[in-house]
């Protein structure tokens, strides 16, 4: 890395870094990319997978005017990181996300091959909060010309100082924001009320749904460069569970498995709905299973179907997460409402190749609804269709 301004260095220095990936690894991860990474960048990867920084600000607000701060680097290996991967569906296939706003859905890319108004390792700041005439999730900006000059402006956030007098307890306090809170013994059972059980208290869940995010975007045989190809769409299944709240505070409950490994448990397909009906998705695979925002990663992750009415699972969700240096059981026991299926093709035509190609089957239409949104112009990289699928509530 190039040399860091001495308060930077002296925090980093004093944060447990991760272990960098293998020289295998490392170049096993390039072989996928579209493009080179940055020299700047790639010395990053050779030193640690990703980079833990405690609290950073980056000198830039979002257009809320909200400081952007960051708290760690993606890495290759996840290990209760976010994992890097280049472009994905609101991104640009040149522009791969190392870092997310703290609280927030923002990114942080590095653009990967030149272009003609901006050359590689150009660092891009990913607003979802600017305003925008087009459908795209982001408004894009550049926010350094390098990672060298990324890494020049962060700067440590000191932690707030200790009250000088302990505060009486409230009974108002949110139990996820105090650390030396012991584990409940016994543990709360599970209830319609409060599904959620974390170290032994339960919690209220407004809601919990199960998506499916189909990819049409895919590394061309042969070649590092991404492009469309619907006949190897890959699908990813994204189990939320929402809050009983209008805002999510940093620590909340709000659990979230970005990647639950469905198609790897049901042999490669996507589940019929007799299969749903006791289908056990074991700790395989990198789930991206979080605690809520800014919150822990949830590992050993265990999704265990008990029944299914109609378009509705009962679920048990079993992982385990680490608060302040303590393993904690994380457990929720309730209904989970089968979404929807989403993706974006060129032509109408693409579905049905694209929903096999990922699914590993052909949905039958007497099952699914299927609509077809207005065309969203992505800019020069694509120009797409949207497309939901809903599933038609069963009688059984």
């Known amino acids: 890395m190039p040399p860091l301004p001495p308060s930077l260095a002296a925090h980093l220095a004093s ?20 493009h080179p990474l940055p020299a700047d960048y790639r010395e990053l990867l050779t030193l640690h997978n ?8 980056t000198g830039t607000t979002d257009a809320l005017g909200d400081e952007v701060h960051l ?9 209760g990181r976010e994992r890097l991967e280049p472009g994905g569906e609101h991104l640009p ?31 891009w700041f990913f607003d979802s909060n600017a305003d925008t005439d087009t459908a795209d999730l982001f408004v894009a900006r550049v926010h350094a010309p390098s990672f060298s000059a990324f890494l020049e402006r962060l700067t440590p956030v000191p ?18 924001n105090d650390p030396e809170a012991p584990d409940q ?14 170290g032994g208290h339960g919690h209220a869940m407004a809601s919990a749904v199960l998506d499916v995010r189909i990819d049409t975007w895919a590394r061309d045989v042969g070649s590092s460069q991404y492009r469309y190809l619907p006949e190897r769409s ?27 490994p469905v198609l790897h448990a049901n042999g490669g397909r996507h589940p019929t709905l007799d299969e749903w009906s006791s289908l056990v998705v074991g700790p395989e695979g990198d789930w991206e299973a979080w605690y809520g925002n800014d919150a822990p990663a949830l590992v050993h ?27 904690r059981a994380f457990l929720f026991e309730g209904p989970v409402q089968l979404g929807s299926i989403h993706l974006y093709v060129e032509t109408p035509e693409d579905i049905d190749r694209a929903l096999e190609a990922a699914l590993g089957i052909r949905l039958l239409p007497e099952e699914w609804t299927r609509q077809l949104h207005p065309r969203q112009d992505r800019g020069s990289w694509h120009d797409v269709l949207p497309v939901t699928l809903t599933l038609v509530n069963p009688v059984r």
């Open 15 to 34: 944060l447990v870094q991760p272990s960098p990936p293998t020289s295998e690894q490392l170049e096993h991860f390039e072989r996928g990319l579209p």
């Open 50 to 57: 990703g980079l833990e920084l405690g609290r950073c600000a």
């Open 71 to 79: 708290g760690t680097l993606f890495a290759i290996r996840a290990e």
């Open 93 to 123: 296939p040149d522009v791969m996300a190392f870092a997310r706003h703290w609280g927030s859905i923002n990114l942080f890319g590095i653009q990967l091959g030149d272009r003609p108004d901006s050359p590689a390792g150009t660092i």
């Open 159 to 176: 932690e707030a100082p200790a009250p000088s007098e302990p505060e009486a307890a409230s009974e108002e306090a949110p139990p996820w």
């Open 185 to 198: 013994v016994p543990p709360d059972a599970p209830s319609p009320e409060k599904p959620l059980v974390l």
């Open 234 to 260: 890959t699908a990813r299944y994204i189990l939320e569970l929402e809050p009983p709240h209008s805002t999510v505070e940093d620590g909340q409950p709000a659990p979230v498995a970005g990647d639950v």
């Open 301 to 327: 992750n265990r999704l265990t179907v008990l029944s299914r009415t109609g378009a509705e699972l009962k679920v048990r969700w079993e992982a385990r997460y680490a608060d302040h240096g303590r393993e």
